[in-house]
């Protein structure tokens, strides 16, 4: 099968994931869950995903396959310009963020800490929006955070760091991920 647009979002959430169900697949990606199933069904008869008894994990060949479709899709982004000064931007909002994710972890929670991390939550969603012409799908993250955020405002820490939600943690370093790949910078050529 051909690697779309809608496939590539479906595997590009595990990739980022490492590891997914479906509804952490549609958390991901922005799609729906019928979509999801349809798309993972394909994409294991193709030998792209594993089923690991109903989580997902890609296979060397659906590794492969977003990859690829990063490059086609990014590859004209990375010569320098917006995409480039944006991401340098980034990787300084960045440093704050690990800062303050490792202060609140250490702190015990400490209001402060997390009024800081927050703001600078809310800086990556205004840069997020500022990228979105260049790479609608990006919306997704922006709304992710919002809502996180927003489950923050209402009591629920876990939304901060809990491995297990779609924590502000999580959703930032899924967000890395990807704009490392947009922008061809393997992992472990970049701190953090």
Known sequence: M???????????AVYLR?????EAICECSGLEGNAVQVLLGQALSDGLVIDLDGEFVLDDAGRRAVLEFYEAAYSHLRAG??????????????????K???????SGGEKRVLTQ???????????????????????T???RFTS?????????VGHVTNPLADSIHNIWFEFH??????VGKPRDTVEG
């Not at 051909?2 to 590009?12: K, R």
């Not at 310009?81 to 690990?98: D, K, R």
């Not at 303050?100 to 250490?106: A, N, V």
């Open 81 to 98: 310009g917006e995409v480039i000064e944006w991401y340098g931007q980034f990787e300084i909002l960045n440093t704050q963020f690990l």
């Open 117 to 139: 991390l927050l703001r600078v939550v809310e800086k990556q969603v205004a840069a997020i929006h500022r990228l979105e012409h260049v790479i609608p799908r990006y919306r």
């Open 2 to 12: 051909a690697m779309n647009e809608e496939l590539f979002l479906a595997l590009n």
């Open 148 to 156: 996180a955020m927003d489950r923050v405002d209402l009591g629920d």
């Open 141 to 143: 993250y922006a709304h």
């Open 177 to 182: 991920e990807d704009i490392l790949a947009v």
């Open 18 to 22: 490492k590891m997914g169900s479906v």
């Open 100 to 106: 303050l994710i490792s202060e609140w972890q250490t």
